[in-house]
């Protein structure tokens, strides 16, 4: 596609249920990013992949939050035993890695936790 | 923590210069300003990106100020399209990860 596909764009869980979200990025980028974003602020950071290896998981929250990407393409943000502190937009970008300048951003996913 | 400093919200006149700052005192030798905007609730849109000397595209000038600790969005001739909240982070080039966005300058363009 011609840019960061996120699915679903919308998603109602109830507490206690698994999630998976999942994105698609530019095709040939290397660099996958996801981000959360709450009403108000800039993204965060949740962690990022250079191709399928998960280079760096600082940003996850807690251990119920894990991703993959395990073909150096689409990855998935999995959330176990959702909170409603979980509820948030989520968001995927990509790049081109480091020789590359600018991340493109999905439309996000909207997770809402009732 | 965001390591730039932005104000909270702008107005400018339709049709006028648009000049957004942003303060980055911490920044390091190999970091990169970067701004991107965020259009009601879409995803952030890259808009541009320096290191050390001023740069212009088809959307926006930015300059950055000798020291590197300061720079200015600069939207030429601002339209209603240009409302969004204007984001301003330092980063190395291509490295986003830990990349903290700040809450921006929401720029409302007026009539």
């Known amino acids: 596609g011609a840019g960061v596909s996120q699915s679903p764009r919308y998603k109602v869980t109830k507490r206690g249920q698994d999630v998976a979200l999942r994105c698609d990025p530019i095709s040939g980028h290397v660099s996958l990013y996801w981000y959360r974003q709450a009403l108000g602020q800039g993204p965060e950071f949740l962690t990022y992949?250079?191709?399928?290896?998960?280079?760096?998981k600082s940003g996850l929250p807690n251990d119920r939050f894990s991703a993959e990407r395990p073909e150096g393409s689409i990855s998935t943000l999995t959330i176990q035993r959702t909170e409603q502190r979980d509820s948030a937009m989520y968001r995927c970008a990509s790049s081109l890695g480091e020789v590359g300048a600018e991340a493109f951003f999905g439309q996000g996913t909207r997770l809402t936790v009732v | 923590d965001a390591k730039t400093t932005q104000p909270t919200s702008m107005d400018c006149a339709e049709g006028r210069a648009a000049n957004l700052p942003c303060n980055h005192s911490t920044i390091s030798g190999n970091e990169y300003v970067y701004w991107y905007r965020q259009i009601h609730s879409q995803g952030p849109q890259y808009i541009i990106h320096g290191l050390k000397n001023n740069e212009t595209n088809e959307m926006a000038s930015l300059i950055i100020t000798e020291d590197r600790k300061s720079s200015t969005l600069i939207l030429p001739h601002a339209t209603l399209r240009d409302t969004a909240v204007y984001y301003c982070i330092v980063a190395e080039k291509g490295g986003y990860q830990k990349v903290t966005f700040g809450t921006g300058t929401k720029l409302q363009v007026i009539p």
């Open positions: 992949f250079n191709y399928e290896a998960q280079q760096d």
